[in-house]
């Protein structure tokens, strides 16, 4: 197949368009995945990112108790690995596209300082960011002083998402002409397996003693 045949859903406009589509969906009923291919995963990734936000947000709460504080910090901990994974899983696919696609990439091309799937958990953030700062924009409760502060984060953040929406859509290109090399770089997050945090194999051992 070609490159072009391997980018159909590989498209950052595309991707951004459903990332924001997503975000306003999911506060109006159950969140749900209803794509195939690459978008599928897209949607899957932001759905970590979806549920992360909004435990971020219970964990700050000064009406939280300790008990709710710690289950929302052990929800977070697994919804950011989940999400990581997932970033993974996004550039292991453009990887095999490439491959698909018979990309003949240089071995000396260079290399982007952030992956592409990096790129696109980016841009859902900046997704869920705009909709919450939006929210914010029009509280019935808001002063002016506190609405005009929302005016101007709104105008920077989409100025923000326009350039990383641009700056990925040119990544992808250069990746699908072979002009740059695309890797999938492993994070190994140690804190959340039993065998390389500490603070629970120690703990194995003292209860088993």
């Given at each position: ?93 453009i990887t095999a596209r490439l ?74 290109d250069d990746l699908f002409a ?32």
């Open positions: 197949m070609t490159a072009s045949d391997q980018r159909i859903d590989l498209d950052a406009n595309l991707i951004v368009q459903h990332q924001q589509e997503l975000v306003a969906r999911w506060h109006e009923q159950e969140i749900n995945n209803p794509y195939t291919g690459f978008l599928q995963l897209v949607c899957q990734q932001h759905e970590h990112n979806f549920r992360l936000w909004h435990e971020e947000d219970v964990a700050r709460s000064p009406t939280a108790t300790d008990t709710q504080i710690a289950q929302v910090k052990r929800n977070i901990d697994r919804l950011n690995q989940q999400r990581n994974d997932m970033i993974e899983v996004l550039d292991d696919a491959h698909a696609a018979a990309v003949d990439c240089p071995a000396d091309a260079p290399i982007n300082t952030e992956t592409a799937g990096s790129t696109i958990d980016r841009l859902s953030i900046m997704s869920l960011r705009l909709y919450h700062y939006e929210e914010q924009l029009h509280r019935a409760d808001a002063d002016a002083e506190h609405k005009a502060k929302v005016a101007e984060r709104i105008k920077i953040c989409r100025l923000q998402h326009s350039d990383l929406t641009a700056a990925l859509a040119m990544l992808l072979g002009r740059k090399m695309h890797k999938t770089y492993r994070q190994f997050k140690m804190y959340n397996d039993p065998s390389l945090n500490p603070s629970i194999y120690q703990a194995s051992k003292r209860i088993a003693c």
